[in-house]
């Protein structure tokens, strides 16, 4: 199997730019910061994209932690809507690593 080259600080940029890298989920963590406790059927009609796209870009989110679930996705009952939230500092951690890692710091 190759194995793809990488550089010396690769592992420090590779959570920012998984999670931040993707246009949809930063369209969403935009979105949420100006209007946060959203739920998902709200981020999908305001950004005029499918509930699924809006689900799976979530997903990827809170696994980063770049998100909060109210409530939690573990005690949450199914069909009881979630709102979300960005966690600033996660996100600006993140931008933050990237920043470094693109010679901005």
Same mark, same amino acid.
């Given at each position: 199997? #190759?194995?793809?080259?990488?550089?010396?600080?690769?592992?420090?940029?590779?959570?920012?730019?998984?999670?931040? !890298?993707?246009?949809?989920? +930063?369209?969403?963590?935009?979105?949420?910061?100006?209007?946060?406790?959203?739920?998902?059927?709200?981020?999908?009609? +305001?950004?005029?994209? #499918?509930?699924?796209?809006? +689900?799976? !870009?979530?997903?990827?989110?809170?696994?980063?932690?770049?998100?909060?679930?109210? #409530?939690?996705?573990?005690?949450?009952?199914?069909?009881?809507?979630?709102?979300?939230?960005?966690?600033?500092?996660?996100?600006?951690?993140?931008?933050?690593?990237?920043?470094?890692?693109?010679?901005?710091?």
């Amino acid at each position: 199997m #190759p194995r793809y080259t990488r550089p010396a600080n690769s592992e420090y940029a590779e959570d920012p730019i998984n999670a931040l !890298g993707n246009i949809m989920q +930063a369209t969403i963590i935009g979105h949420l910061r100006k209007h946060p406790a959203q739920t998902r059927l709200e981020i999908a009609e +305001a950004l005029e994209i #499918p509930k699924m796209t809006v +689900a799976n !870009g979530l997903e990827k989110l809170l696994d980063a932690g770049l998100i909060i679930a109210d #409530p939690p996705r573990d005690v949450a009952i199914r069909g009881q809507r979630i709102r979300y939230t960005v966690d600033d500092a996660q996100v600006t951690e993140m931008v933050m690593r990237l920043n470094q890692v693109l010679g901005e710091f």
